[in-house]
């Protein structure tokens, strides 16, 4: 069983679309987040959810919005897509809880391809 | 800031290598420290972490000391595979909310 799972894992669309990733973990975690790995494989932390709480929201822009609705997902929506959003989008989960410090969990990554 | 500074790649080996990705941070802190990889077209897994100076992480034969002294994580392995070609990522955190990562490191590994 999967434990990240995303969906799509291909996304190829015009410039000025909305389109949608969802994400779902199995693994219970409390804290789920959205990456955006660019063509040079550098990660950049996107935003982070804690219990449904948006926690961590880095300077993106604002046509991208996080949605939680529950502990187990956390969907991404992109409106009025540009070309600079291609990348590989990666979703990730870990658990928060505690003092030890946990492990991410990483999805498979959506490859979005803006044209 | 803190950050992380990785060795800039690609990094090519022939098989039966011997590897070291130098890894060094800035903290204000005592943060820890984490190596991740990933293979091609996966998503990055956790490779081995170290939470304290000094401490060793190892893994699938992986290696790396946390060095306070130097501020330093350098990954190692002893003898390297066509398997191991992935990108390597050294990250550190506080807490665990975020991460801050390096550029990754793309190793090649040739048979």
């Known amino acids: 069983d999967t434990a990240v799972s995303q969906t799509p894992k291909y996304l190829v669309t015009q410039m000025g679309n909305d389109k949608s990733i969802k994400c779902e973990q199995n693994l219970g975690h409390d804290t789920m987040y959205w990456y955006k790995q660019d063509s040079k494989k550098f990660l950049k932390i996107m935003f982070s959810?804690?219990?449904?709480?948006?926690?961590i929201n880095e300077t993106v822009p604002n046509r991208f919005s996080p949605k939680s609705p529950d502990k187990a997902h956390l969907n991404l929506h992109i409106n009025s897509l540009e070309l600079g959003d291609s990348a590989v989008y990666f979703c990730?989960?870990?658990?928060?809880?505690?003092?030890?410090?946990?492990?991410?969990?990483f999805g498979p990554g959506t490859r979005l391809t803006v044209l | 800031g803190d950050s992380v500074t990785q060795m800039e790649g690609p990094v090519t080996l022939s098989e039966e290598a011997f590897l070291t990705i130098n890894c060094t941070y800035t903290?204000?802190?005592?943060?820890?420290l984490f190596w991740y990889v990933q293979y091609p077209g996966e998503g990055l897994q956790l490779l081995l972490k170290?939470?304290?100076a000094d401490d060793k992480g190892s893994n699938k034969g992986f290696e790396a000391t946390y060095r306070k002294e130097t501020t330093s994580f350098h990954l190692e392995k002893g003898s390297v595979q066509v398997s191991d070609s992935a990108v390597y990522f050294c990250a550190l955190t506080y807490s665990n909310y975020q991460l801050i990562w390096g550029a990754g490191t793309k190793l090649i590994i040739k048979p």
């Open positions: 990730a989960s870990s658990q928060t809880s505690g003092r030890a410090i946990h492990e991410q969990f």
């Open positions: 170290a939470t304290k």
């Open positions: 903290a204000t802190g005592y943060p820890s």
């Open positions: 959810y804690n219990n449904k709480e948006l926690i």
